[in-house]
């Protein structure tokens, strides 16, 4: 299967701990997105990637939220601190230089 | 923040039924792009509309565009049971290549009776 990939599938976390999700993008897109996606809502943009330059991060809900993408291939997604607001669904996004965006299954996060 | 705003918030036909999905949105947009979410695939692109087209076509979905009024509708023809998902309309206000910064509305949640 060669459509972009997110690990894990699903995280249990206690209020404070800190979680990184990992996205593997499909290999020859050069864009990397991440949204977030809480229950009855539509995705809701965080950050964006053109290969390992983040271009746009100024939506990430806060300080405690950080993205990388080190060699332009996968990224990482990053929470410390979390709080149960911070339960919902991330989803990782990849495109070429093509409006079209191809999602990946989600990372859910459940913070107790 | 929610630019779309998709209209019904659930519709329930029979198998056979059309469906007609309706978004509005605030600001100028390059482009709007329609995205299918059931829990089997995850989000899907659909269609892309961009802001000079008005009506595109793709297999059994018809996308019509309006900017005057801000607003888009996608019609799914001959429904099927496997169309039951969410429907989601996606703005981009970015002009260039590609796009940048979704803005994705609540969603329609379609039910297709067999």
């Known amino acids: 299967d060669t459509g972009v990939s997110q690990d894990p599938r699903h995280k249990i976390t206690k209020r404070g701990q800190n979680v990184t999700f990992r996205c593997d993008p499909i290999s020859e897109h050069n864009r990397l997105y991440w949204y977030r996606q809480t229950l009855g809502q539509g995705p809701e943009f965080l950050t964006y990637f053109q290969n390992e330059a983040q271009l746009e991060k100024s939506r990430l809900l806060s300080d405690r939220f950080s993205a990388e993408r080190p060699k332009g291939s996968f990224s990482t997604l990053e929470i410390q601190r979390t709080e149960q607001g911070d339960s919902a669904m991330y989803l990782c996004?990849?495109?070429?230089?093509?409006?079209?965006?191809?999602f990946g299954p989600g990372t859910r996060l459940t913070v107790t | 923040s929610q630019q779309g705003e998709e209209d019904p918030q659930a519709l329930s036909i029979q198998e056979g039924e059309n469906a007609t999905m309706n978004c509005s949105y605030k600001t100028s947009i390059n482009n709007l792009q329609w995205y299918r979410q059931n829990s089997g695939r995850g989000l899907v692109h659909l269609i892309l509309i961009r802001s000079n087209e008005r009506e595109k076509h793709s297999g059994r979905l018809r996308v019509t565009l309006d900017t005057s009024k801000k607003s888009s509708s996608l019609l799914i023809t001959a429904s099927r049971a496997a169309d039951t998902a969410s429907y989601f309309c996606a703005t981009d206000p970015h002009s260039g290549a590609g796009s940048y910064q979704l803005t994705f509305g609540k969603g329609t949640k379609l039910s297709v009776i067999p």
């Open positions: 996004a990849s495109s070429d230089m093509r409006a079209e965006q191809y």
